[in-house]
């Protein structure tokens, strides 16, 4: 019963997602040069540009279909989020809020939520982390010695082709779907990478644990689980599954960064890191994995994104002690961050001192928050599912759900919608 669905556009709208997939390479040198006037004045022009078309595009799109109408949304949330992006970072007279910014990029409620996330902080489970894994800590020694790589190396094979199974039983990855797994040497910078544009997992070689244990050695492969999960059957994958939209929802070139579609690429990333979890509780008696490891590595894995959210958010309220200013009788009466956090009842700790925190910049800051936004996002889409479609459907058709939310880096603001309608179109209930 499951068809296979048309995603050809019109010829002006491929053109447009063309000049879109373009544009983003540009948008993203420019974001890390906000500053300099020069880029600001040459972004402008593009986006008036773009946006122009696509409105033109919108107001005739009453002969189009579906699809189309989706992806000129899509086009148009994007531009839009784009341009209040660069208004608020390189105008000086911006009228927009960093919540107002924070909310577009990652989609309504995200500040509030944060800062929730963030007040309840999850200190029992840190507790418990800290404490699950007492009785091998001492037992771990370095993995870079030519013995435990060795080790490693010989275990690679095997891992890639269990990854690669899973993927496919789960509908992560297309059935014909290989790739090069690169091991990242003992040095440099050790952070797992999927590379799109060379289909290359680069995996962070620390993701492998190194135990001594009487005379022998043991090598725990736990993160290395999850972490190529993240990476291959998340953004691997899901780059994989949208080659067939228009180019302005592929993840190449700089779409796996833009900003509207952020949450999107990390919410299918985490939500694949989950599902890795839950193979690692299946295998945990064939990697050897005691129930104090495996207990860690479950803390770990549930409280990793509110703790990693913490610190770009209290890089946003820096922002705005710095930026919301209000002088009554040559005083600042402005926004303190201090006595926001004891107001709004932080953990004392918060509004102590947080200087030792290495620098994070605000325009890095705003995207970090893609990966909270990013799980927020995936559930909310999951729940909308199985209120539209009924449990049993989700029970019957994971594989086809799972795909479904991996077709198109869209816009947070057009992913729910492009899904149940993508879904409605498969099961062959979708309008023309
Ligand atoms: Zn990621």
Known sequence: MVKEVNFKVSKEIEELSNEIFEFNKMFGDYSRLTYNP?????????????????????????????????????????????????????????????????????????????ENTVKEYPFKEQWDRAHSTKHIRLNVVRNDTPEARGMIESMIPNFKQEMLTLGKQLGFIPENYDFEFILLPPFGNPRSNFRIEVNRLELNPLSFICLKEGDSYRIQPAHAYLETAHELLGHGGHNQFSLRLPKCLHLGGMNIANLSSKAVAEGVALDRESWGLEHVKKIKESIKLDDNELNAV??????????????????????????????????????????????????????????????????????????IAGVRLVNKVREKIKKEFGNEFVNKEQVLINKALAMGNWSCEVYEEFVIWYLKEVVGSGSK
């Open 298 to 371: 479950l803390i770990n894995h549930k409280i990793k994104v509110a703790e990693s959210t913490w610190y770009p958010f209290y890089t946003i309220l820096k922002e705005r002690e710095l930026i919301e200013k209000e002088e009554v009788n040559g005083e600042d009466k402005g926004f303190n961050v201090q006595k926001y956090m004891e107001q709004k009842g932080f953990p004392y700790y918060f509004y102590r001192d947080t200087r030792w925190q290495s620098d994070m910049h605000i325009t890095q800051a705003v995207m970090e928050l893609g990966y």
């Open 38 to 114: 020069y880029a600001y004045e040459l972004i402008l022009k593009e986006i008036t540009n773009v946006k122009e078309k696509a409105i033109t595009l919108e107001k005739d799109s009453s002969s189009k279909n579906e699809f189309d109408k989706l992806v000129i949304k899509h086009i148009l949330s994007c531009i839009n989020t784009q341009e209040m992006f660069a208004d608020y970072f390189s105008n000086p007279k911006t009228k927009y809020t960093i919540k107002e910014l924070i909310d577009k990029i990652n989609g309504e409620g995200t500040y509030d939520y944060v």
